[in-house]
């Protein structure tokens, strides 16, 4: 079946940069896009962006514009999620989600998700 | 801020009917989608598109969209279905850029 399996927990200090992984099996990873969406303690979902497994292609929220960057390993069908210069603000789960709708060049709606990561940030 | 705006909390009777609104410029536009989020578990798709569910979500779910808003019906709601939904859908800028609503607490009586 399908399945997406996120890295562990993470401890951070402010101004540092965490990487989440995103471990999917049970279909063809080049064929579908992968959001990531992090969910902030007691509040609710973000979208943080859209990465394509096919080529790379990605889509970023604009407030994190410049600070994360979403990348791919085909060969380990992988995707990543690297955030910089953390504040106190980005502590949150943090999930991966496949896109339901294989073989296009933009986010659609996201089924499955992963587990959820997740990462702290303080002093 | 979000673009997508809910109300915070609903309430049902056990096997009553309960439609849960989203409203935003883009639904003029976009579909919204709908998951369910129960606590301490990751969202889960519950309907998608026009009207579609994903495989092994009950059809006592369905949504429809009229002008600036969207809908997610459960007609028979069960105790199951507590939980909080969120919507989902592009946003305004014309870019493929998505947003939340700001959740439905939905809550079984």
């Known amino acids: 079946q399908v399945q997406l399996v996120q890295s562990g927990a993470e401890v951070k200090k402010p101004g540092a940069s965490v990487k989440v992984s995103c471990k999917a099996s049970?279909?063809?990873?080049?064929?579908?896009?992968i959001s990531w969406v992090r969910q902030a303690p007691g509040q609710g979902l973000e979208w943080m962006g859209w990465?394509?497994?096919?080529?790379?292609?990605?889509n970023y929220a604009q407030k994190l514009q410049g600070r994360v960057t979403m990348t791919t390993d085909t060969s380990t069908s992988t995707a990543y999620m690297e955030l910089r210069s953390l504040r106190s603000d980005d502590t949150a789960v943090y999930y991966c989600?496949?896109?339901?709708?294989?073989?296009?060049?933009?986010?659609?709606?996201?089924?499955?998700w992963g587990q959820g990561t997740l990462v702290t940030v303080s002093s | 801020s979000s673009e997508l705006t809910q109300d915070p909390a609903v309430s049902v009777a056990l096997g009553q009917t309960v439609r849960i609104t989203c409203q935003g410029d883009?639904?003029?536009?976009?579909?919204a989608s709908w998951y369910q989020q129960k606590p301490g578990q990751a969202p889960v798709l519950v309907i998608y598109?026009?009207?579609n569910r994903p495989s092994g979500i009950p059809d006592r779910f369905s949504g429809s969209s009229s002008g600036n808003t969207a809908s997610l019906t459960i007609t028979g709601a069960q105790a199951e279905d507590e939980a909080d939904y969120y919507c989902?859908?592009?946003?305004?800028?014309?870019?493929?850029?998505?947003?939340f609503g700001t959740g439905t607490k939905v809550t079984v009586l």
């Open positions: 989600a496949r896109d339901i709708i294989p073989g296009v060049v933009a986010p659609n709606w996201f089924d499955p």
């Open positions: 049970g279909y063809t990873f080049t064929s579908y896009g």
């Open positions: 990465i394509s497994a096919y080529n790379g292609n990605t």
């Open positions: 883009s639904l003029r536009s976009y579909y």
């Open positions: 598109g026009k009207n």
């Open positions: 989902n859908s592009r946003d305004s800028s014309g870019n493929h850029l998505y947003v």
